[in-house]
């Protein structure tokens, strides 16, 4: 049985920085791409960035060179660190698990509770 656990988010003024993290169960991580999610208030799920299981990284524009994202196939987990947040940023940050071939993501569908992030101005 899959099982994705984020934690880290929290409340922090813009500019602060968050570390997210989420360990994986039930998966074959090393071999899996990870991707991270986010869902603010009233809008659509949106894809934040991904790792491939070599590491490769890719992220939306949005937080392209604020963001990234690494991995620790030991611990079998993902991490998001977020640097220079501001409100556009607050949302529930979601990972998934999924697979990376010619710069698609396609990701399963599984998901965790989420981690709440939220950047006071």
């Known amino acids: 049985q899959v099982q994705l656990v984020e934690s880290g988010g929290g409340l922090v003024q813009a500019g602060g920085s968050l570390r997210l993290s989420c360990v994986a169960s039930?998966?074959?991580?090393?071999?899996?791409?990870m991707g991270w999610y986010r869902q603010a208030s009233g809008k659509q799920r949106e894809l934040v960035g991904v790792?491939?299981?070599?590491?490769?990284?890719v992220y939306a524009d949005s937080v392209k060179g604020r963001f990234t994202i690494s991995r620790d196939n030991a611990e079998n987990t993902v991490y998001l660190q977020m640097n220079d947040l501001n409100p556009e940023d607050t949302a529930v940050y979601y990972c998934?698990?999924?697979?990376?071939?010619?710069?698609?993501?396609?990701?399963?569908?599984?998901w965790g509770q989420g981690t709440q992030v939220t950047v006071s101005s």
């Open positions: 039930g998966i074959s991580f090393s071999i899996k791409a």
């Open positions: 790792i491939s299981s070599r590491g490769t990284t």
């Open positions: 998934n698990v999924g697979s990376y071939y010619s710069g698609i993501y396609s990701g399963l569908d599984y």
